[in-house]
């Protein structure tokens, strides 16, 4: 079984809808990440939680909220979803910085249209 | 501001032959880490190598090795004896310590790789 699961793995949504996107991991690291692709744009970091009680915006959260249910969860929502948010969104884990060196771990990744 | 440059947006390589991928950055930090990930036609992001910005030996992980440049601010990725397999696109990206309060793991946009048979 996959250590960063992403569920849906496509999903295909109408402007101003809500829609959730859902992380989980079996890898036990405490941090966690939402980004998304755009072609051309390399990935973007929109928000990262560093354990349950932590939530930090990144790069480009507007538009974007997420939740932390519990270590292994960690939930991005649009919460009126736009055709500009058409986009290949991952999750990522990492541990604590060991040694200088965080290496994050991709899930699959979510492909979301929004028409 | 932190930033990650990588200026060929694709290379072509015989199979066999090495590849050099071009990866600057611009930091002020004294502490960072580089790290290079490859991403196949199936879209799933695959860590490959990491160098950390005191680390005095180049990083190397089988046919991969990043060549580290710190007064150039380069961090090239060589891919010796290049396989099929190896086509993908290809990402560099930086993690920025923590001094000035802020975290950052940002990504260069990208090189897509095409091994030739």
């Known amino acids: 079984d996959a250590d960063v699961t992403q569920t849906p793995r496509n999903r295909i949504t109408k402007t101003g809808k809500r829609i959730m996107l859902e992380c989980s991991q079996t890898?036990?690291?405490?941090?966690m990440y939402w980004y998304r692709q755009d072609p051309g744009l390399g990935l973007r970091l929109i928000y990262y939680?560093?354990?349950?009680?932590?939530?930090n915006k990144g790069e480009i959260s507007d538009g974007y909220s997420v939740s932390r249910q519990a270590q292994a969860k960690f939930s991005l929502s649009l919460e009126s979803a736009i055709p500009n948010q058409t986009a290949l969104y991952f999750c990522?884990?990492?541990?604590?910085?060991?040694?200088?060196?965080?290496?994050?771990?991709f899930g699959p990744g979510t492909r979301l249209l929004v028409l | 501001a932190q930033k990650i440059t990588q200026t060929q947006p694709g290379m072509f390589v015989q199979e066999k032959e090495a590849v050099t991928l071009d990866c600057t950055y611009d930091?002020?930090?004294?502490?960072?880490?580089l790290f290079w990930y490859k991403q196949p036609s199936s879209g799933e992001m695959i860590f490959l190598i990491y160098?950390?910005?005191?680390?005095?030996q180049n990083a190397t992980e089988g046919r991969y090795s990043l060549n580290f440049q710190k007064a150039r601010k380069s961090a090239n990725l060589v891919i010796s004896a290049s396989q099929l397999g190896d086509s993908a696109m290809y990402f560099c990206?930086?993690?920025?310590?923590?001094?000035?309060?802020?975290?950052?793991?940002?990504f260069g946009t990208g090189t897509r790789l095409k091994v030739l048979a």
């Open positions: 990206a930086m993690r920025g310590f923590f001094t000035s309060g802020t975290y950052k793991y940002i």
């Open positions: 990522a884990t990492s541990d604590r910085e060991t040694a200088g060196q965080e290496t994050q771990y």
């Open positions: 930091t002020s930090d004294q502490s960072y880490g």
């Open positions: 939680s560093f354990d349950v009680k932590d939530i």
């Open positions: 160098q950390g910005s005191y680390d005095e």
């Open positions: 890898k036990g690291h405490d941090r």
